[in-house]
DNA sequence: ACCCCGATCTCCT
DNA sequence: GGAGATCGGGGTT
């Protein structure tokens, strides 16, 4: 079981880089620990899917903050997503959390998602994992390189195959395939950027 | 004040 | 496996 942290020095990368440093990187947090399986990368003001894309406002100010630090963000009025900010003080970047294996606090975690019915299913999903997690906007901003804090990131296993694909429920750059995962049953499902289709 | 955005669950086929 | 319903917040006007 990998017990190293991952550094903010290491975390100081392109996300597309980071990307394929966090597959097979384990997070932790209350009593769960998770093994990364798919992820996205998101850049800044040149990448159109990015929360920073126009700029800095409270609620990404996280993703314009050093290396290391977690970025987590509502959505659909019920759900939260999780990201690891990378690059550097001043430069946006961060790696979308989109799936993990759980490998230790499986019963807590499905008494966080009761509705699971398999073991893969409980972190199949951003919002799935962090709900396994118990992570919601209070960690938001946390740093995660630090033994002392609340949600952890450890070193795993160098990922051999990693897959690449466009990201999911993005409807502009599909052209660049910064959804990256490897074997896992825990994978989400692929769906094509969503259906809604306005002509941009 | 308004518009746009999106993950999951619950049926149903 | 697929389709429809569900909701609140952020950003821009």
Not at 14 to 23: G, N, Q
Not at 30 to 59: L, M
Not at 104 to 132: M, N, T, Y
Not at 143 to 165: F, I, M, N
Request: proline residues 6%; charged residues 25%; contains cysteine.
């Amino acid at each position: 079981m990998s017990s190293r942290l991952l550094t903010r020095e290491e975390l100081a990368i392109d996300p597309v880089d980071a990307s394929r440093l966090l597959l097979g990187s384990h997070l932790e947090a209350s009593g769960v620990r998770v093994r990364i399986v798919e992820v996205e990368a998101y850049r800044g003001g040149d990448d159109p899917a990015s929360h920073c894309y126009r700029g800095k406002t409270p609620r990404n100010e996280v993703m314009f903050g050093p290396a290391g630090f977690l970025y987590v963000y509502f959505v659909y009025g019920m759900h939260f997503c999780a990201n690891v900010v990378t690059l550097t003080d001043g430069v946006p970047g961060a790696v979308l959390l989109r799936a993990a294996e759980v490998v230790s606090g499986e019963d807590i975690a499905f008494s966080r998602r009761p509705a699971s019915r398999s073991a893969a299913e409980l972190g199949k999903g951003p919002a799935r994992l962090c709900k396994v997690l118990g992570l919601d906007r209070s960690q938001n901003g946390v740093d995660l390189t630090s033994a002392d804090s609340p949600v952890r990131l450890y070193a795993g296993e160098p990922a051999t195959t990693v897959h690449a694909g466009p990201r999911v429920g993005v409807a502009v750059a599909m052209d660049v395939p910064w959804r990256f995962w490897i074997d896992s049953p825990a994978v989400s499902t692929y769906k094509r950027g969503g259906k809604r289709r306005s002509s941009a």
